[in-house]
């Protein structure tokens, strides 16, 4: 009650704290709205297709599945949550070989030469075509083909869109496991 009296013989005391309030009631107003997810992520707009085809019952290749969609070579498994692609944009660092999610941990990351990450079947097996507007689903990791030239791929963590001239990374904000994601400027402008 004494405040309530305060505040009453000092106008400018209570012109303070409503001001005060003020803020604070809008510094927790609703978070704005999250960026809607691109195109190339909605993968239930891509027709499926049968993942038995693409995966490689060779013993050598532990599993995997593979494609191939224009200039990529991209692998799902073998363990969850894992999908790579073999091919470089011209925004990946020099001399990269391509990139990976591992066990939906880590990545994107860019896999430099001289790893001993391999693309590709070791037992030969030859990776069907994704065509465009297909997409390819294996346990929890999933890839489309959105139109000529682009790939994109997911885990429920993490994800990549890659084409010829840029690529786009998306991990758990906070993650320090990724690679990084080029300047604004060399992406298309909904993906900024």
Same mark, same amino acid.
């Given at each position: ?8 013989? @000092?106008?400018?005391? +209570?012109? &303070? ?10 510094? &927790?107003? $609703? ?9 190339? +992520? ?20 532990? *599993? /995997?599945?593979?494609?191939? $969609? =224009? /200039? ?8 969850? *949550? ?5 091919? /470089?944009?011209? #925004?990946?660092?020099?001399?990269? !070989?391509?990139?990976?999610? #591992? ?11 001289? #790893?001993?990450? !391999? ?6 097996? /030859? ?7 297909? @997409?390819?689903?294996? $346990? ?6 959105? @139109?000529? =030239?682009?790939?994109?791929?997911? #885990?429920?963590? !993490? $994800? ?13 904000? =906070? ?16 993906? !900024?």
């Amino acid at each position: 009650m004494r405040v309530l009296r305060n505040l009453r013989r @000092r106008p400018a005391l +209570l012109i &303070t704290l409503i001001v005060a309030l003020s803020a604070t009631l809008l510094g &927790t107003a $609703a978070p704005a709205a999250a960026a809607p997810v691109p195109a190339e +992520l909605q993968f239930s707009r891509f027709s499926p297709v049968n993942p038995a085809k693409y995966q490689s019952v060779r013993w050598a290749d532990n *599993g /995997r599945s593979y494609f191939v $969609a =224009g /200039r990529w070579q991209c692998q799902l498994g073998p363990q969850p *949550g894992s999908v790579a692609c073999k091919g /470089r944009p011209a #925004t990946a660092p020099p001399n990269t !070989r391509g990139v990976a999610i #591992t066990n939906d941990l880590q990545g994107p990351l860019w896999v430099p030469p001289g #790893t001993t990450y !391999r693309f590709g079947s070791e037992a030969g097996f /030859r990776a069907p075509v994704l065509k465009v507007g297909q @997409r390819i689903q294996v $346990a929890d990791a999933v890839c489309a083909v959105p @139109r000529a =030239g682009v790939v994109s791929c997911a #885990t429920n963590n !993490r $994800a990549f869109i890659l084409s010829r001239a840029w690529h786009k990374f998306y991990y758990p904000k =906070g993650d320090r496991r990724h690679s990084a994601n080029p300047a604004p400027k060399y992406l298309p402008a909904r993906l !900024r």
